[in-house]
């Protein structure tokens, strides 16, 4: 059973930054797509980001693009998500995800981790 461990979520003020790390228990056919969904408070689960943890491609939502950045550390298990010139709006639950391919529908991934609260004050 693969278990994923996120970290870095905070509070912070509107134009901080964050980094979210989340490290995979097991690297296999199941985790080559590892990335990260957030959920507010009455709304659906939305894709923030995406990568294939071999370095085969990464996806950012339009949403985020150009703030949020991910990346991938095969030897250590792990993607992270870097988070600049935050908004009230990022304010949600980000949970790592980690699937056997990279898709933008939430219900595809098999694994999840338990989530990290990101709350950013205007």
């Known amino acids: 059973q693969v278990q994923l461990e996120e970290s870095g979520g905070e509070s912070v003020q509107a134009g901080g930054s964050l980094k979210l790390t989340c490290v995979a228990s097991l690297v296999t ?14 709304r659906e689960r939305e894709e923030v980001a995406t990568t294939y943890i071999d370095g085969g491609g990464t996806y950012t939502a339009a949403s985020v693009k150009g703030r949020f950045t991910i990346s991938q550390d095969y030897a250590k298990r792990a993607v992270y998500l870097q ?12 949970y790592c995800a980690a699937g056997d391919v990279c898709y933008s529908d939430h219900e595809r991934y098999r694994y999840w981790g338990h989530g990290t609260q990101v709350t950013v004050s205007s």
């Open 29 to 42: 056919r199941d985790t080559r797509c590892m990335g990260w969904f957030r959920q507010a408070p009455g």
């Open 83 to 94: 988070m600049n010139s935050l908004k009230p709006e990022d304010t949600a639950t980000y």
